[in-house]
């Protein structure tokens, strides 16, 4: 038995209306046995029986094709029924019945939706029976057509559960890959950072620290291009940035920390802070750091670079709005159209560093929080990103994402 034939066997299993269908055949005309048979261009092999004839045939069975009546009916594709063998003109020296020992038969062909052939619903009995010119035959052949319906439902069912399936296993290789990405990559490169720092503070001579200094620049910069993949894994490929959102009294001071980091990290550049009253605000410090970090290297790499990086930090109208400006080149409306999207850089010859993650990640964190990200650029004001989080928690819960 070939695995297709298999597979129709299992998909007539699956379909439950098939033994009330046999049920019914075998009560409404008094025939013993009734059977839907799966009948290819050499087999014939059963997918469902009702047996109280005891023929003995099981499903899975299977009977010389060219022994039987349905290898007719693939070819003609015509209902085949008969009252007594023995005494029917077409029938009556035909080897089947003697074969099989009936004298009451009656067998309709089973189309798929898409006309190809797939088989037969046939009854027999060894007794006669008046089946010509009732109301049997409409009867199947109205049950073939149902089956038939319920054979494409059914395969249908089956691709859509293999896919999930397949889904499935996919979501668990993402959820390996982030682990992997997020264990067995950082943890080197901070033993390598963290070695390279303690080495720029002990090795003697300056250019032993020159070298360390750039095994350790390097080795954060490694660390950030981690840090961003493993929060798009999460945030396209996973279950979205996670956020652990409390009380932060010391957002302020976090808030500045960032910007003091940057500041060394570019110390010819100016970074100009005014934060205000933060009380009140209720986010993941950790995240909205990450998201001013963001903010302000995109800043500082396409702002003008003798003018400062402005970022604000307050509450107004019921939000707590943090905002990053810089002056330059006004963002083109066709940049805007994907400017948060991943691995978007601006339309220009400007060799990028980065893999343009940096503001897909920050939208994400401002999502996750129930905030938005806004940006409004133009060449006489330059660029401003915000980002607007909303102190009421329902409002904030309102704007949420939709799990993916």
């Known amino acids: 038995m070939n695995n297709a034939i298999t597979a129709d066997i299992a998909t007539i299993g699956r379909i439950n209306v098939v033994p009330a269908i046999l049920q019914v055949i075998c009560e409404s005309t008094g025939l013993r ?55 029917d003109e077409l029938y009556c020296n035909h080897p089947t019945p003697r ?37 049997i035959q409409p009867m199947m052949e109205s049950f073939a057509r149902l089956l038939s319906i319920q054979i494409e439902s059914e395969e249908n069912a089956q691709k859509t559960e293999q896919a999930l399936q397949k889904e499935r296993a996919m979501a668990e290789l993402r959820e390996q890959f982030i682990a992997v990405l997020g264990h067995d990559l950082r943890n080197p490169l901070f033993a390598i950072t963290a070695g390279a720092e303690l080495l720029t503070k ?85 995240r909205v750091s ?12 396409h702002g003008a670079q003798d003018q400062p990086v402005d970022v604000s930090a307050q509450i107004r109208d019921r939000a707590f709005v ?11 409306p066709q940049v805007l159209a994907q400017l948060f999207q991943p691995f978007s850089h601006p339309l220009n010859d400007t060799v990028q560093s980065g893999l343009g993650l940096g503001l897909y990640i920050a939208n994400q964190i401002a999502l996750a929080h129930g905030g938005r990200m806004e940006v409004i650029s133009s060449q006489e004001a330059g660029t401003l990103f915000s980002f607007r989080l909303p102190l009421d928690p329902d409002e904030a819960q309102a704007t949420l994402p939709a799990n993916p």
């Not at 048979?37 to 050499?42: C, G, Y």
């Not at 009656?106 to 009732?134: E, M, W």
Request: proline share 4%; hydrophobic share 40%; aromatic share 6%.
């Open 33 to 87: 046995f009734a059977a839907v048979a799966r009948v290819s261009d050499n087999s014939w092999t059963a997918c469902a029986v009702l047996d109280t004839l005891g023929f003995g045939l099981k499903v899975g069975g299977e009977l010389d094709l060219t022994s039987t009546l349905c290898h007719e009916i693939r070819g003609t594709h015509r209902t085949i029924v008969i009252d007594k063998a023995s005494e």
């Open 99 to 135: 074969i099989y020992r009936f004298e009451s038969y009656i067998s309709v062909p089973v189309f798929r939706t898409d006309g190809s052939f797939f088989g037969t619903i046939c009854a027999f009995d060894p007794q006669p029976a008046a089946l010509k010119g009732s109301p």
């Open 202 to 286: 002990r090795l003697p001579d300056e250019k032993s620290r020159t070298i360390a200094q750039h095994i350790l620049t390097s080795g954060r910069r490694a660390t950030q291009l981690v840090r961003d993949v493993l929060d798009f894994a999460r945030g396209r490929l996973g279950n979205g940035i996670t956020v652990n959102i409390q009380p932060c009294p010391d957002l302020g001071d976090a808030l500045r920390h960032v910007a003091s980091e940057l500041q060394r990290v570019h110390p010819q550049r100016q970074i100009s802070l005014h934060i205000g009253d933060l009380s009140g605000v209720n986010c993941d410090r950790e």
């Open 290 to 301: 990450q998201l001013l970090s963001n903010l302000i290297a995109n800043a500082l790499t």
């Open 322 to 332: 943090l905002g990053v400006h810089n002056v330059g080149a006004p963002i083109a």
